[in-house]
């Protein structure tokens, strides 16, 4: 009996150390986890500091897999994410990545999803328990969004994104800091303190009474349009018109669903770059080659369009990216236009591109000379680069201070720079614009016997191509 009970004791024990044995290795394996996420985290930074974008993102992406089991760790992912994102001119997944940590996609690990993670569930839920980040909450990736946008100069796309996060949360404090990047209407600014702070308190009320039923077919129109269902997405697109009958980017995905996804174009300039999906040349594309065009995507910069070279055939062509500037975009299937309709298309960006060869080589000597804003345009460029010099060269000593003390005064000195980029970058528009608009000014002002004889013949192009799509 005694033996019984000493073979039993020394049973448990041996249980007992298997299973503490169990837990330190589960924690030293989840230690190595956090220790390794936290690595490629940094390294990331350095790959991108070095601007190599695409290595910084493919290492994040690598551990994202890993972060989700670690609710800080994938906040601080995916906030150096976005900076990646936005530095690639992927304004839509770093919005994303910035959807998803205020809507809390991250705020609990993520379930195991075999043995070997089911066994560390409890020192990482004894890890996410008491590892706490106060810098970090649910704006954490809309400040970082807001930062790397303010940094790559978009202010159009820095103003919307700032009245987007004001309608989140009015009373946030990053609402209240972004609300710096929304221009003031000149007129407003004439006007009475009392008046003023009425027209604010309007803005405010309206943005937080946001009609729920319009809020709710916008989010459904969001989701059919990801599945492509058309039928469900024209009947959001007439429950929002109903209420907001200017909405001009539902109403092109009107036009979108109306055609069932199908979108055509022709290429309008002469030797149009066309690129690979990883933005590499590929070829130029002559002017009036008809494109089936598979989609749209919208960048900080441009809008791009996914391609290939309509063949009139069912097998599956190569694809590449255009710029949209560089093409006449219509709805529809091109594979059901006629012929002698295609001709007719072709003609008209072939007679596009011409014309605009022909104005550029004959306004090459004469407009930029007789161009009132050239200075103008010269000297705002010139201060916003070099305003952007001085603050990677900063960047660039406080990064490489080896003292606490340097790197606060150069973190001091870059917080004394901020703000200065607004004001250059929106001067630059206004100067570029002026002198954009002047250029082209000056070059519808100039005239040839040849030039007349293009324009004469695109006019009876255009009214043809106008009989057939009535």
Not at 292 to 304: C, M, Q
Not at 362 to 367: E, F, G, P, Y
Request: charged residues 30%; glycine residues 2%.
């Amino acid at each position: 009996m005694a033996d019984k009970l000493k073979f039993h004791k020394i049973t448990i024990n041996y249980l007992l150390i298997a299973i503490f044995a169990s837990l330190l290795v589960a924690a030293a394996c989840s230690a190595y986890q956090v220790w390794r996420i936290k690595n490629i985290i940094v390294q990331a930074d350095a790959l991108y500091k070095a601007n190599s974008i695409d290595a910084a993102l493919g290492k994040l992406l690598q551990a994202e897999l890993w972060a989700t089991r670690y609710p800080i760790l994938a906040v601080e992912l995916n906030t150096a994410a976005i900076k990646c994102h936005v530095k690639r001119r992927d304004l839509r997944s770093a919005e994303d990545s910035a959807k998803k940590i205020y809507e809390g996609k991250y705020k609990l690990p993520r379930k195991s999803r075999s043995f070997a993670e089911l066994i560390q569930d409890v020192p990482n839920l004894i890890a996410t328990a008491v590892w706490k980040n106060d810098k970090l909450n649910k704006f954490s990736g809309y400040e970082e969004l807001i930062t790397a946008v303010r940094q790559s100069g978009n202010y159009d796309r820095l103003v919307s994104l700032s009245k987007d996060i004001i309608a989140l949360d009015p009373k946030s404090e990053l609402s209240q800091k972004v609300k710096a990047y929304i221009p003031v209407d000149p007129s407003a600014m004439a006007q009475e303190k009392a008046v003023v702070t009425q027209q604010v308190a309007i803005v405010t009320n309206k943005i937080e009474e946001a009609p729920k039923t319009i809020a709710d077919h916008r989010k459904l129109l969001d989701r059919h349009l990801t599945v492509k269902a058309w039928d469900k997405v024209l009947k959001d697109c007439e429950a929002i018109l109903k209420e907001v009958p200017d909405d001009a980017q539902v109403l092109e995905i009107s036009k979108l669903a109306t055609a069932n996804g199908m979108r055509w174009g022709a290429v309008k300039i002469s030797n149009a770059p066309a690129y690979d999906t990883s933005g590499k040349f590929l070829k130029a594309m002559p002017a009036g080659t008809m494109l089936d065009v598979a989609n749209v995507i919208k960048t900080t910069r441009e809008e791009l369009a996914l391609c290939s070279v309509a063949t009139g055939g069912n097998s599956p062509a190569a694809t590449f990216l255009m710029r949209c500037n560089d093409l006449t975009v219509n709805f529809g299937d091109v594979n059901k236009i006629p012929e002698e309709d295609q001709k007719l298309f072709k003609k008209e960006a072939s007679l596009d591109a011409s014309i605009l060869t022909l104005r550029a080589k004959l306004a090459a000597s004469t407009i930029d000379s007789q161009n009132p804003f050239a200075a103008e345009y010269k000297d705002a460029k010139q201060a916003h680069e070099v305003y952007w010099a001085k603050v990677r060269a900063v960047q660039k000593k406080r990064d490489n201070a080896s003292n606490s003390d340097d790197k606060m005064r150069y973190a001091d000195e870059l917080r004394q720079l901020k703000g200065e980029d607004i004001r250059l970058g929106m001067a630059l528009d206004a100067a570029k614009k002026k002198y954009d608009q002047a250029t082209t000014s000056n070059a519808a002002n100039i005239k040839s016997p040849e030039l007349d004889a293009m324009l004469s013949e695109l006019a009876d192009v255009r009214d043809r191509i106008k009989s057939i799509t009535k």
